[in-house]
């Protein structure tokens, strides 16, 4: 019988055939963030600005990993690198600055170091016998780095690798001594110089960036028909009317002046006043029925000048601080000259004629949809795109995008790729009132500003709770509201009582909560308050079907206010960005508390806002000091900046009371050094 508990002779084993070339790389990148959907679409910052990115990374053991950040331009080939630091529990970080418009991408590379795992262990070690022992290691490690280097560095790793071989072998040696040697801090940093990145992980994706100007974060729009800027009563106005109402305008604090469409409106199927089916002969129509046999989306209606009337208005916009936003509507009056030259760009219906738009039971007979199914879509993207090109040309920058969410989602993200690969520079807004997911598709396709439910958000529960969302991770990083209390289309509910007080705490917390925002005005400041009829969003004889007149000179308007708010806007780099919101407990539901910082934390703005627009409110808020910056026993002002008034704060609940006849807020700065005797003139 075989004796099975005999010794065997050992075989060699045999090497397993495994699809594994970096088998032997220990580090693991688990993740780098911020990433939008895994990397599929881009991250959006300004240029200029610290892009904080942060990576999981970890090994196996106690060996000690490096993790650097590699970021390049889009164009470029080569990474630029930035140590990342650990943070704990296998998170480390790093920021860097995109320095133009563009696109970047960025990444991580990870290894184990052998160096400073050895010089780790070092720093450890106690045992005589084993501090020398190491050192010896180290001398093979320092050499090994010295290899890595050339020149000056290489000589001096040289003899640091030399001395600590000979010092570590020597009889006698000192053990403090031989330690001190090893862990010399300035060859140590020599030595970093020179890894050994044999074994490096890179994250296997190469994330998006796109570097935005800075109005793409903090803009102030204000949207204006040039139509309804005549001088007189049923005069259609002129670019050159608008010309007239920009010195206002800029007084008014805004940096956008943003146009619906200008181009011809179709005559076909026209509505009338108050979006009746029926026009007549001087009724002006629907400027986003668009086409006539004047022209198309390239062209301008006759009625508000040239195309060189159009350039001058740009240039003196801009002489006041203005840039022009255009709306871009992708959609066809029945007359518009695409109809007849591609009829293949819209839907036909069995008996012969186009299907207009609608949703049910809303019908827009004056309105034709493109058909983006179309067999020629081609073509379709193509004279879309050249529209965009159009007014590039003609030197607009910003577009505020009808209804973003009825077109084809491809669409958008090669038109706003193409665009801004040749125009940078160049921002879009998507007006797009539809579901979360689809607004969040659209800001992720490319959109650089998106309109937000704002309008609809009212009680504090509500605003507590969607600018919570807005603010944080991980829309922040690509979706950017733009919130506007009213628009042609919504005139809400809360507005049509004409309180002032509803008018201007509805301005506050849009010009605070959110980095850009905008009114549709004369009606915001001048307080339109009347609905088509009861239960209607809709304003009771809107401009977008007829010409309005404005009295300007009307001594309840509203602009003063919105100056002064807009100047705190622009004079506080807390109130520029989105990040950075924190919503603060108060007693009374009533108010509405909140605290925003700049990204170094030196500005710090605390806004509170009655929501009640017929009742003074008060409470308590907590407000710890050292959230300002303040040591927990300092006094510090709080120095409104819509009243003027300063108030001295000291611990963690402060009182506050708001009448809404006076002013329904307060928009606080906080000055963390309180005064004393010393600043008097004669102190000495």
């Given at each position: 019988m075989k004796n099975i508990f005999a010794p065997r002779h050992a075989t060699a084993a045999?090497?397993?055939?495994?699809?594994?070339?970096?088998?032997?790389?220990?580090?693991?990148?688990?993740?780098?963030?911020?990433?939008?959907?895994?990397?599929?679409?881009?991250?959006?910052?300004?240029?200029?600005?610290?892009?904080?990115?942060?990576?999981?990374?970890?090994?196996?053991?106690?060996?000690?990993?490096r993790v650097q950040l590699c970021w390049r331009a889009l164009e470029q080939a080569e990474f630029r690198e930035v140590p990342m630091k650990p943070l704990g529990n296998d998170v480390w970080e790093a920021a860097f600055s995109p320095p133009a418009l563009g696109r970047y991408v960025y990444t991580a590379v990870a290894w184990v170091d052998p160096f400073e795992s050895w010089r780790s262990e070092m720093a450890r070690r106690v045992d005589p016998d084993d501090v020398r022992i190491a050192s010896e290691v180290g001398a093979l490690e320092v050499a090994a780095a010295a290899g890595r280097a050339e020149g000056a560095d290489r000589i001096a790793l040289q003899h640091w690798a030399t001395e600590l071989e000979a010092v570590a072998t020597a009889p006698g040696t000192d053990a403090v001594s031989l330690k001190a040697l090893a862990l010399d801090d300035e060859l140590a940093d020599l030595a970093r110089r020179y890894p050994d990145r044999r074994h490096a992980v890179r994250h296997?994706?190469?994330?998006?960036?796109?570097?935005?100007?800075?109005?793409?974060?903090?803009?102030?729009?204000?949207?204006?028909?040039?139509?309804?800027?005549?001088?007189?009563?049923?005069?259609?106005?002129?670019?050159?009317?608008?010309?007239?109402?920009?010195?206002?305008?800029?007084?008014?604090?805004?940096?956008?002046?943003?146009?619906?469409?200008?181009?011809?409106?179709?005559?076909?199927?026209?509505?009338?006043?108050?979006?009746?089916?029926?026009?007549?002969?001087?009724?002006?129509?629907?400027?986003?029925?668009?086409?006539?046999?004047?022209?198309?989306?390239?062209?301008?209606?006759?009625?508000?000048?040239?195309?060189?009337?159009?350039?001058?208005?740009?240039?003196?916009?801009?002489?006041?601080?203005?840039?022009?936003?255009?709306?871009?509507?992708?959609?066809?009056?029945?007359?518009?000259?695409?109809?007849?030259?591609?009829?293949?760009?819209?839907?036909?219906?069995?008996?012969?004629?186009?299907?207009?738009?609608?949703?049910?039971?809303?019908?827009?007979q004056d309105i034709y949809p493109f058909n983006f199914e179309s067999d020629d879509w081609r073509a379709l993207w193509a004279e879309l795109k050249s529209v965009f090109d159009h007014w590039v040309g003609e030197g607009v920058r910003i577009f505020r995008v009808d209804n973003p969410h009825t077109k084809a989602f491809p669409f958008w993200e090669w038109v706003i790729g193409e665009?801004?690969?040749?125009?940078?520079?160049?921002?879009?807004?998507?007006?797009?009132?539809?579901?979360?997911?689809?607004?969040?598709?659209?800001?992720?396709?490319?959109?650089?500003?998106?309109?937000?439910?704002?309008?609809?958000?009212?009680?504090?529960?509500?605003?507590?709770?969607?600018?919570?969302?807005?603010?944080?991770a991980p829309g922040i990083d690509y979706f950017r509201p733009n919130v506007w209390p009213n628009t042609p289309d919504i005139l809400h509910e809360q507005l049509q009582g004409g309180d002032a007080a509803t008018y201007m705490a509805r301005l506050v917390l849009a010009a605070t909560l959110s980095a850009s925002y905008g009114i549709y005005g004369p009606a915001y400041e001048l307080r339109q308050h009347l609905p088509r009829e009861q239960g209607s969003e809709e304003y009771l004889d809107s401009e977008k079907y007829q010409l309005r007149h404005w009295n300007h000179d009307d001594p309840d308007s509203l602009a003063p206010f919105i100056a002064r708010v807009n100047r705190i806007r622009r004079e506080n780099p807390a109130l520029h960005a989105d990040r950075g919101l924190r919503f603060l407990h108060i007693d009374n539901p009533q108010l509405l508390a909140y605290a925003k910082a700049s990204a170094d934390g030196a500005n710090v703005v605390v806004t509170v806002v009655n929501l009640d627009p017929h009742n003074a409110q008060w409470g308590w808020l907590g407000l710890e000091p050292a959230s300002v910056g303040v040591a927990p026993a300092q006094a510090f002002q709080m120095h409104d900046l819509l009243s003027g008034q300063r108030f001295t704060w000291q611990g963690d609940w402060h009182y506050v009371r708001l009448d809404p006849h006076s002013c329904p807020a307060h928009v606080f700065v906080v000055r963390r050094r309180h005064g004393d005797e010393r600043d008097f003139d004669y102190f000495l």
């Open positions: 045999v090497a397993p055939d495994i699809d594994n070339p970096h088998g032997n790389a220990r580090a693991v990148i688990d993740a780098v963030l911020p990433a939008v959907d895994n990397g599929r679409f881009a991250v959006k910052c300004v240029a200029g600005e610290r892009v904080r990115i942060r990576a999981h990374c970890f090994t196996d053991g106690h060996d000690v990993l296997p994706v190469e994330l998006p960036l796109v570097a935005d100007r800075e109005r793409a974060r903090f803009s102030t729009w204000y949207e204006l028909f040039p139509r309804s800027a005549g001088q007189e009563p049923g005069v259609h106005g002129t670019f050159k009317d608008v010309e007239a109402r920009l010195p206002a305008i800029a007084e008014m604090g805004f940096d956008v002046l943003y146009f619906p469409p200008i181009h011809p409106v179709g005559r076909v199927q026209r509505k009338g006043p108050n979006n009746k089916l029926v026009s007549g002969p001087e009724d002006v129509g629907s400027p986003w029925a668009i086409g006539a046999a004047e022209g198309g989306h390239k062209d301008i209606l006759p009625a508000l000048g040239t195309a060189e009337d159009f350039r001058r208005l740009l240039a003196r916009a801009a002489d006041h601080g203005l840039e022009i936003a255009l709306d871009i509507a992708f959609q066809c009056a029945p007359d518009h000259p695409y109809v007849k030259a591609h009829p293949d760009w819209f839907r036909w219906r069995p008996d012969g004629t186009v299907q207009y738009a609608e949703n049910p039971p809303k019908k827009y665009v801004k690969r040749e125009h940078p520079d160049v921002i879009f807004l998507a007006e797009a009132f539809t579901r979360p997911k689809v607004m969040h598709r659209l800001a992720k396709l490319g959109f650089s500003q998106s309109y937000t439910y704002f309008t609809w958000r009212n009680t504090k529960e509500e605003l507590v709770a969607y600018f919570t969302e807005l603010s944080s």
